[in-house]
């Protein structure tokens, strides 16, 4: 009998003292459950519309304008509750809810990235060889070359004409359009190529995409394929050879968002990373009607490739959009960074048994426990991280336990296995408190990445209890 008691007795003590994160299925209510598959399908519609940050810019305005949101002009008026945003250059977009606290008490911001790994063309992309059209590309970001041939790719962009107009080019994504693709070796000639690291089996000048290889009729000239896909682009867009120099154009994956699993629990999609928290911040942002303290949402462009250039979280748009909120009450922009705090929404890595060896078990993110909370990224001995203090870390995690988000502590990896960054590093930098938290990915950064729905609906909620901090 005493030793029954006992082992009741130390089970609550096990309960009480030990941390036991639990898989969110073995939680979640069917009320959640229905409002997870609810915020799945919005979040697939903005995955699906927004293949690049300029159509993530794009999608966001008419998302917003559908919700009361105006566009803020320099002077403007403001009182709470108002709903403003501000358009950096058609590459990033920042929105607000005005708080009724002043300013000088801090914002609550969300801070995340819609640019993602992709193919850019290069300035003199489209050549002819062997009567085949090709354009050259340069990639942007981290990629792994080799996952990037023989998968269906869509265009979309900009190109500025000689006369400055602006034409914007789409060309995959609806029904019907043609597509465009990589080629790669065959098997039976890969003997060579095959003995090379996965690193260096396809060589970024390799990544060539073919557009064409119908020949200009009744000509006699060199070059014919290539004349061929320049008299479509001209008929169709205006465009010469030359204004390909001045133009913005990207290589992204085709297909839409689909559900990954028999349970229909994940969902696979080009561009997870950093959409899926961009959207959070978006939908919990649109969920906030009159909020104690400013509630920002910045979404940054470059993050991919180091937060540089004027679309890009160290670019001086973020702070004239807030100083300019400050200036309209009166009050210093120090004095708002000092207060404000910021969750850097960005994914991390989440734990992958088929790579188990690079991750360490005890302190992975796994798919299907919630947000990902990262106290710091980087690479090695922490370099490159903002490393959020204990008392930040503690707020966060108060704040998620009091709203009942499902969460998790995580690091990207082994600590000697690679590492990454953020957008965290820059917003600490103005002084502001910062800590990352995210969904946790599988294939990170690959044409196709993997999400747990869970994950999402719980970075929601996340950013929901954030814009709802003191
Ligand atoms: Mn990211
Ligand atoms: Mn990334």
């Given at each position: 009998?005493?030793?029954?008691?006992?082992?009741?007795?130390?089970?609550?003590?096990?309960?009480?003292?030990l941390?036991?994160?639990?898989?969110?299925?073995?939680?979640?209510?069917?009320?959640?459950?229905?409002?997870?598959?609810?915020?799945?399908?919005?979040?697939k519609?903005?995955?699906?519309?927004?293949?690049?940050?300029?159509?993530?810019?794009?999608?966001?305005?008419?998302?917003?304008?559908?919700?009361?949101?105006?566009?803020?002009?320099?002077?403007?008026?403001?009182?709470?509750?108002?709903?403003?945003?501000?358009?950096?250059?058609?590459?990033?977009?920042m929105?607000?809810?005005?708080?009724?606290?002043?300013?000088?008490?801090?914002?609550?911001?969300?801070a995340?990235?819609?640019?993602?790994?992709?193919?850019?063309?290069?300035?003199?992309?489209?050549?002819e060889?062997?009567?085949?059209?090709?354009?050259?590309?340069h990639?942007y970001?981290?990629?792994?070359?080799?996952?990037?041939?023989?998968?269906?790719?869509?265009?979309?962009?900009?190109?500025?004409?000689?006369?400055?107009?602006?034409?914007?080019?789409?060309?995959?994504?609806?029904?019907?359009?043609?597509?465009?693709?990589?080629?790669?070796?065959?098997?039976?000639?890969?003997?060579?190529?095959?003995?090379?690291?996965?690193?260096?089996?396809?060589?970024?000048?390799n990544?060539?995409?073919?557009?064409?290889?119908?020949?200009?009729?009744?000509?006699?000239?060199?070059?014919?394929?290539?004349?061929?896909?320049?008299?479509?682009?001209?008929?169709?867009?205006?465009?010469?050879?030359?204004?390909?120099?001045?133009?913005?154009?990207?290589?992204?994956?085709a297909?839409?968002?689909?559900?990954?699993?028999?349970?229909?629990?994940?969902?696979?999609?080009?561009?997870?990373?950093?959409?899926?928290?961009?959207?959070?911040?978006?939908?919990?942002?649109?969920?906030?009607?009159k909020?104690?303290?400013?509630?920002?949402?910045?979404?940054?462009?470059?993050?991919?490739?180091?937060?540089?250039?004027?679309?890009?979280?160290q670019?001086?748009?973020?702070?004239?959009?807030?100083?300019?909120?400050?200036?309209?009450?009166?009050?210093?922009?120090?004095?708002?960074?000092?207060?404000?705090?910021?969750?850097?929404?960005?994914?991390?890595?989440?734990?992958?048994?088929?790579?188990?060896?690079?991750?360490?078990?005890?302190?992975?993110?796994?798919?299907?426990?919630?947000?990902?909370v990262?106290?710091?990224?980087?690479?090695?001995?922490k370099?490159?991280?903002?490393?959020?203090?204990?008392?930040?870390?503690?707020?966060l995690?108060?704040?998620?336990?009091?709203?009942?988000?499902?969460?998790?502590?995580?690091?990207?990896?082994?600590?000697?296995?690679?590492?990454?960054?953020?957008v965290?590093?820059?917003?600490?930098?103005?002084?502001?408190?910062?800590?990352?938290?995210?969904?946790?990915?599988?294939?990170?950064?690959?044409?196709?990445?993997?999400?747990?729905?869970?994950?999402?609906?719980?970075?929601?909620?996340?950013?929901?209890?954030?814009?709802?901090?003191?």
């Open positions: 009998m005493a030793e029954k008691k006992n082992a009741k007795k130390n089970e609550a003590l096990r309960e009480k003292l941390y036991a994160p639990k898989n969110g299925y073995d939680t979640i209510s069917e009320k959640e459950l229905a409002e997870m598959e609810e915020y799945c399908k919005g979040y519609l903005f995955l699906d519309n927004g293949k690049t940050e300029r159509m993530c810019v794009e999608y966001c305005i008419e998302l917003a304008t559908a919700r009361g949101f105006k566009p803020y002009e320099r002077g403007m008026k403001l009182k709470a509750g108002d709903k403003i945003y501000v358009n950096n250059r058609d590459k990033g977009i929105l607000a809810v005005i708080g009724t606290q002043p300013l000088d008490k801090g914002a609550n911001i969300g995340a990235h819609t640019d993602a790994p992709r193919l850019d063309l290069k300035p003199r992309p489209l050549y060889d062997s009567e085949i059209a090709y354009f050259k590309t990639h970001g981290g990629i792994r070359k080799y996952q990037w041939v023989t998968v269906p790719l869509e265009l979309h962009g900009v190109a500025v004409l000689r006369d400055g107009t602006v034409q914007k080019i789409s060309v995959g994504r609806d029904e019907g359009d043609p597509q465009f693709i990589i080629n790669d070796l065959l098997p039976h000639l890969g003997r060579e190529q095959n003995k090379k690291p996965l690193g260096e089996a396809i060589p970024s000048e990544l060539n995409v073919l557009v064409g290889s119908r020949p200009f009729a009744d000509d006699e000239g060199k070059d014919r394929v290539k004349l061929s896909v320049l008299d479509h682009l001209n008929k169709t867009y205006g465009i010469s050879e030359e204004d390909l120099i001045s133009a913005e154009i990207e290589m992204v994956p297909g839409t968002a689909r559900d990954i699993g028999f349970d229909r629990s994940l969902i696979a999609a080009y561009g997870h990373d950093d959409r899926v928290c961009a959207y959070a911040e978006l939908a919990a942002l649109f969920a906030v009607e909020p104690e303290k400013t509630a920002v949402c910045i979404f940054a462009d470059k993050e991919e490739i180091g937060s540089e250039g004027v679309s890009g979280m670019s001086g748009a973020f702070d004239a959009f807030m100083e300019d909120l400050c200036e309209s009450q009166g009050v210093a922009l120090r004095a708002c960074y000092a207060n404000s705090f910021c969750l850097s929404a960005d994914v991390t890595a989440a734990y992958d048994p088929n790579f188990a060896e690079v991750y360490e078990k005890r302190n992975s993110a796994y798919i299907n426990y919630g947000v990902g990262c106290k710091y990224t980087g690479a090695g001995g370099s490159g991280a903002s490393d959020a203090s204990a008392e930040v870390v503690g707020k995690r108060k704040a998620l336990n009091d709203n009942g988000v499902a969460w998790q502590m995580a690091e990207l990896g082994k600590t000697d296995a690679g590492g990454g960054g953020t965290a590093m820059f917003m600490a930098k103005r002084n502001i408190d910062t800590i990352d938290a995210g969904v946790p990915v599988l294939s990170m950064h690959a044409p196709y990445e993997t999400v747990a729905k869970y994950d999402c609906y719980m970075t929601y909620r996340a950013m929901k209890a954030i814009f709802r901090m003191k």
